[in-house]
């Protein structure tokens, strides 16, 4: 079992920028990252990153968000520059452990234009 808490949501204009983090309750060797869920819309990936460095990231975030991790807090970053309207939705934290995933209880970012 691992609790993950999130944070860093907020309401921001179109163009700036936010940073989320979450951190985990025990170490995690797994993969940790971010989904987003927008209203009416299915949860969809938006980006993770491996205990060694390997990133993945959804089209519509590569060269704005960037994902990192501090292994030794146990937290997952995520730096949204560039903001869009339509980058508004609540985010979620993922944890891998031993394959199952575990959820946090979301962030919600609100992007005005």
């Known amino acids: 079992q691992v609790q993950l808490v999130e944070s860093g949501g907020g309401l921001v204009q179109a163009g700036g920028s936010l940073r989320l983090s979450c951190a985990a309750s025990?170490?995690?060797?797994?993969?940790m990252g971010w989904y987003r869920q927008a209203p009416g819309k299915q949860r969809e990936l938006v980006a993770t990153?491996?205990?060694?460095?390997?990133?993945n990231y959804a089209d519509s975030v590569k060269g704005r968000f960037t994902i990192s991790r501090d292994n030794a807090k146990n937290t997952v970053y995520l730096q949204m520059n560039s903001l869009k309207p339509e980058d508004t939705a609540v985010y979620y934290c993922?944890?891998?452990?031993?394959?199952?995933?575990?959820w946090g209880q979301g962030t919600e970012v609100i992007v005005s234009s």
């Open positions: 993922v944890s891998y452990l031993a394959g199952s995933p575990y």
């Open positions: 025990r170490s995690i060797i797994g993969t």
């Open positions: 990153r491996t205990i060694s460095g390997t990133t």
